[in-house]
């Protein structure tokens, strides 16, 4: 079965920085992150076309987060700057194989999901 594992997850203060990392299983053609935080909806953040690297931004983290990954090691990464309290949340690796729109928009389009890494951030 397909594997994704988020780590990197953390406690910071305002205005610190986390890197999270997500260990796929196999090829996807599009991955993202999501994230639901206390009493919330889960929300995308962040999504990347595996192939040919564009990406897309959840207008709240735009200029602030940046999706990476490294396809050699099957490996995505969020980079998380400026944090701000209201970033605290459960944060998601998610994946799908076929191809077709690759956005943080729309959360159906992801067939596999990990299983979560924490980030609080205080103020």
């Known amino acids: 079965q397909v594997q994704l594992v988020e780590s990197g997850g953390g406690s910071v203060q305002a205005g610190g920085s986390l890197r999270l990392s997500c260990v796929g299983s196999?090829?996807?053609?599009?991955m993202g992150w999501f994230r639901q935080g206390p009493g919330k909806e889960r929300e995308g953040v962040a999504a990347?076309?595996?192939?040919?690297?564009?990406?897309d931004y959840a207008d709240s983290v735009k200029g602030r987060f940046t999706i990476s990954q490294n396809n050699a090691k099957n490996t995505l990464f969020l980079q998380m700057n400026s944090l701000k309290a209201e970033d605290t949340a459960m944060y998601y690796c998610?994946?799908?194989?076929?191809?077709?729109?690759?956005?943080?928009?729309?959360?159906?389009?992801?067939?596999?999901w990990g299983q979560g890494t924490q980030v609080t951030v205080s103020s």
């Open positions: 990347i076309y595996t192939a040919g690297g564009s990406t």
């Open positions: 998610a994946a799908r194989r076929l191809p077709g729109p690759c956005t943080a928009a729309t959360e159906s389009l992801y067939n596999y």
């Open positions: 196999g090829y996807m053609y599009c």
